[in-house]
């Protein structure tokens, strides 16, 4: 083990033992340095904590790379800081605190609350958990110039997170994040302003959960349609957070009454009793809810991860087994839905826009082109699909926007992913594919029929802690000066590396500029045969990604299983040509 680090991160972690530390961190702490396993010393003091796609997030406990209430009180300080010099001339800066579930969410956020108004800063805060969506709403409504809110999104319940938003309810953009960052990195424990002002600080509860649940249920697009099956059998779970109260009254406001629980995930719970991992995305975390959907002979499930801004969606194939809809079929399925009841009710005006982020599928682009509605690509994560919107918002209307990871904004009233709203607008959906005699899984292979099949998979490799980041790196470098000369049998065509903002066509030779503000630590390859690869480190997590797409030929309803079946093979073998890279 290298002694030079050790060294290093034994000094760090020296300075947590003083005074400025409460004694539970610091038994915590020399208990690592008495250790002769310094590994936990190493990954818990190795580096900062860091602002990725998702904000800051970690594995909670002591140290400079861990959650806890001093990471978290350097942070609401240089943001303190930073917003008291960006808005000096305002009377009065106003910032919005929710928390999920998680253990350490309330008094992470409690604390931040007293920092907050001890640095002149008035507080909303929320009485009890909520959903990152209300939060977002909450920052706009409010009239806020920022907001945070306690959660790890689906991580395990050994994390947590803190998200910071900016005035018009996104997570914080260049240049903000970066000057954040800056003002949070001068932040020492004892420049942190702990003694705050409960005055300043007002309770937001069930009157404004009314406001936001109103709000919910204005994505609703063909009232009638719900009216006719308002008994629609709708399975919810929100895996024990906080779309426990939210989901279920905004589906019932919308008009839906066959409310289906699972009991034993409706308990409100950080340890998440019932999952490894509360991911919607994950079969194992969605099997309690297809049980019941099994038991009831159920229409839809739906289930949302801790803080409620992911949806995860399952329905029945053609052979009455429940399955989980992947993220790419989900924006799929909401937008599809969007640009033809907009079109059947005279609703498009001509200055409509869709968004999708780079990695999710080109089959949005393909049914926004066909539909001439113009569509934006953007980097992984909401708040650049918050960007897109503020940019074009004063001549044009937004009308949806997602990504492959179970994201989805119905409304721009909240400008982060939102799962509460697609909630009601999914439930719709699958009461207008019933209305046709149709399951979701119909409405799916309908949409391939007409715009094209495409397959798509994601793969990631976990490398932990500070050697798993320079293996992470050292991958992507590898992939850069040596990137694959075919992918399942079809030569390489065009990479894009959005962190030189280059596309190279290889086999012309020629180069192109790629169409982004800023650059990202993102690899594309696109084969001949309309392959799409992309790579890239997870921004919140220690994984490198991949996201695969290939396209297949569906002539005829009849030959869905033959085609899925090829191109999911020829899916599963790029996956091994790219690990073995």
């Not at 800066?93 to 969410?105: F, L």
């Not at 909450?138 to 945070?148: F, N, Y």
């Not at 991580?155 to 309810?169: F, H, L, S, V």
């Not at 004892?190 to 249920?217: C, M, P, R, V, Y």
Request: hydrophobic share 40%.
């Amino acid at each position: 083990m290298d002694k030079a680090l050790i060294g290093e991160v034994s000094e760090k972690a020296q300075y947590w033992l003083s005074d400025l530390f409460d004694d539970e961190t610091r038994d915590e702490v020399q208990k690592m340095l008495n250790d002769d396993d310094k590994s936990n010393l190493i990954n818990s003091f190795y580096k900062d904590l860091e602002f990725g796609t998702g904000g800051l997030r970690g594995i909670m406990g002591a140290g400079i790379n861990r959650m806890n209430i001093y990471t978290v009180g350097a942070a609401t300080q240089g943001l303190s800081n930073y917003l008291n010099k960006e808005f000096a001339g305002l009377d009065e800066i106003k910032v919005a605190i929710g928390h999920d579930c998680r253990n350490n969410s309330r008094k992470f956020a409690e604390a931040s609350a007293q920092i907050f108004t001890a640095n002149g800063i008035k507080v909303y805060l929320f009485e009890d958990l909520r959903p990152t969506p209300e939060l977002s709403y909450a920052i706009r409504e409010l009239g806020c110039q920022s907001g945070i809110i306690l959660t790890a999104s689906h991580n395990p319940k050994e994390y947590n997170g803190y998200k910071a938003y900016w005035n018009d309810g996104s997570q914080i953009v260049a240049p903000h994040d970066k000057l954040i960052v800056e003002e949070v990195k001068k932040v020492t424990v004892d420049k942190i302003k702990w003694d705050g002002n409960d005055s300043n600080i007002t309770i937001l509860g069930d009157e404004f959960d009314q406001k936001f649940i109103e709000k919910a249920t204005s994505v609703v697009i063909n009232p009638d349609i719900v009216k006719k099956h308002s008994d629609l059998k709708i399975v919810f779970t929100p895996i024990h957070g906080t779309g426990v109260k939210i989901v279920p009254a905004a589906l019932e406001a919308s008009g839906f009454k066959n409310i289906i629980h699972v009991p034993e995930q409706d308990v409100v719970s950080g340890d998440f009793p019932t999952v490894v991992s509360p991911n919607p995305e994950e079969p194992a975390a969605m099997e309690m809810a297809m049980d019941k959907a099994r038991q009831t002979n159920a229409d839809i499930v739906m289930a949302n991860d801790p803080d409620a801004d992911r949806i995860g969606v399952c329905t029945k194939d053609d052979n009455g087994e429940w399955f989980i809809v992947n993220g790419n079929q989900t924006a799929l399925l909401f937008l599809y839905y969007i640009i033809t009841q907009y079109k059947a009710l005279g609703k498009l005006k001509g200055n409509e826009f869709v968004v999708k982020t780079i990695v999710t599928s080109e089959l949005i682009a393909e049914i926004a082109r066909k539909n001439n509605i113009e569509y934006f690509d953007c980097y992984t994560g909401f708040k650049f699909i918050a960007e897109v919107i503020r940019d074009n918002e004063a001549e044009k209307k937004y009308i949806g926007g997602g990504e492959e990871s179970f994201g989805f904004m119905p409304a721009d009233f909240v400008r982060d992913k939102d799962a509460v709203s697609s909630c009601v607008l999914m439930a719709e959906i699958a009461a207008w594919a019933k209305d046709q005699g149709k399951s979701l899984f119909d409405l799916l292979k309908s949409i391939y029929l007409e715009y094209g099949f495409s397959k798509e998979k994601m793969k990631y490799i976990v490398r932990e802690g500070q050697q798993g980041a320079v293996e992470i790196d050292q991958m992507m470098k590898n992939f850069r000066s040596n990137p694959p000369k075919t992918l399942g049998g079809s030569m390489l065509e065009v990479v894009k590396d959005y962190s030189t903002l280059i596309a190279k066509n290889i086999i012309l030779g020629d180069e192109k500029k790629i169409d982004q503000k800023v650059t990202s630590n993102v690899l594309q390859f696109f084969t001949q045969d309309g392959t799409k690869i992309s790579v890239r480190p997870s921004g919140t997590e220690p994984k490198i990604k991949f996201y695969i797409e290939v396209k297949g030929e569906l002539n005829s309803l009849e030959e869905f299983d033959k085609v899925n079946a090829i191109t999911e093979e020829k899916v599963n073998s790029i996956m091994n040509e790219l690990v073995k890279q």
